[in-house]
């Protein structure tokens, strides 16, 4: 039963990691949800990297500190959340400007 739970506790780590790892790569990417202008395209680059970040804070703090595990978790969450409606917004402003100008 321990080694189950280990194992497990190890494929989380290890898929946290990656994702990371992926975040990280969408950061430098040149291809994005939102274009990368000045401080409004890097806005989904930050939102994705931060996620992976608490995700990864999260899974590693789960068995040592289960109160920063915990806001890790609700962190993530709120900045997933955050970060959906911001880029929802900016592509509905972008949408707008568009067809205002076109």
Do not use: H
Not at 20 to 46: E, K, R
Not at 54 to 67: D, M, T, V
Request: charged share 15%; hydrophobic share 60%; aromatic share 12%.
């Amino acid at each position: 039963m321990e080694t189950d739970i280990k194992r497990y506790t190890k494929k989380k780590t290890v898929w946290s990691w990656i994702i990371l790892i992926l975040a990280l790569i969408y950061g430098v990417s040149p291809v994005d949800i939102v274009p990368d202008f000045p401080f409004v395209g890097w806005m989904d680059d930050c939102f994705i990297i931060l996620f992976a970040v608490f995700n990864l804070i999260q899974f590693l703090s789960e068995n040592k500190n289960a109160g920063l595990s915990k806001f890790a978790k609700l962190l993530k969450w709120v900045i997933a959340i955050l970060g959906c409606v911001a880029i929802l917004l900016l592509l509905l402003v972008g949408t707008t400007i568009v067809k205002l100008l076109g």
